[in-house]
């Protein structure tokens, strides 16, 4: 009995854990984001700027992204699980808030319908490298509807950036750049760096709702 009763009490314990989190869930303002993008459009809001670390590639687009993705990401950096010492010095400078609120601007940024243009079929190759990927079970159709909001839209995204991020995903111990998940990194480490090539080249190539829009700052 007393066996039981203390499983029960644990039980109730971790269900009030879970919906007191639940409940505390940061809600983003994204007018309030406004005042807070001065370190994100320097990189993000540039058309076809580079960063150089640790190759040349042009930064994501992160407008028209899921805004959980994003707070999940800049989370991942704050943490450690991603090792860009740029992006973790920024993460690290924001609040809990200060994350809801960006993630939340950037969702809505230049924001349009979702695209519905059916992509082209990859050839033959690249569609076994899909396939054994499982790309779509996460990413959704077109690879612009995930299946969850804290996965990446992914279609229409760089391709130089899209080969770097999967790479990543192969180093996650490297203390300078890599980064740390378990379902990601399970996938990227079945593909050599040329077999990742042709999968970006593919996704980036298609239709997607990700774009930047250069801010007011640099027009």
């Not at 939340?104 to 990859?122: D, I, R, S």
Request: hydrophobic residues 40%.
């Amino acid at each position: 009995m007393n066996k039981l009763l203390s499983s029960m009490f644990a039980l109730a314990v971790a269900s009030v854990t879970a919906i007191s989190a639940q409940a505390q869930e940061v809600k983003g303002d994204a007018k309030a984001a406004e005042q807070k993008i001065a370190m994100c459009i320097g990189c993000h809001g540039i058309k076809g700027y580079q960063a150089s670390f640790p190759e040349v590639y042009r930064v994501p687009m992160i407008s028209g992204q899921n805004a959980k993705y994003i707070a999940s990401a800049l989370n991942a950096y704050k943490k450690g699980d991603r090792k860009h010492p740029t992006m973790r010095g920024i993460a690290a400078s924001l609040s809990d808030q200060d994350i809801a609120d960006v993630a939340a601007y950037y969702e809505q940024h230049g924001k349009t319908e979702p695209v519905t243009k059916v992509p082209a079929a990859p050839d033959a190759k690249v569609a076994a490298l899909l396939q054994k990927g499982a790309c779509v079970s996460c990413h959704g159709d077109n690879f612009s509807k995930p299946v969850d909001p804290s996965y990446p839209k992914i279609a229409g995204q760089h391709k130089d950036f899209l080969f770097v991020a999967l790479k990543s995903y192969k180093v996650e111990n490297l203390s300078t750049w890599g980064r740390s998940n378990g379902v990601m990194g399970g996938v990227a480490k079945q593909f050599s760096n040329a077999e990742l090539k042709a999968l970006s080249a593919y996704v980036g190539s298609l239709d997607g709702d990700l774009k930047t829009i250069p801010q007011s700052k640099f027009r």
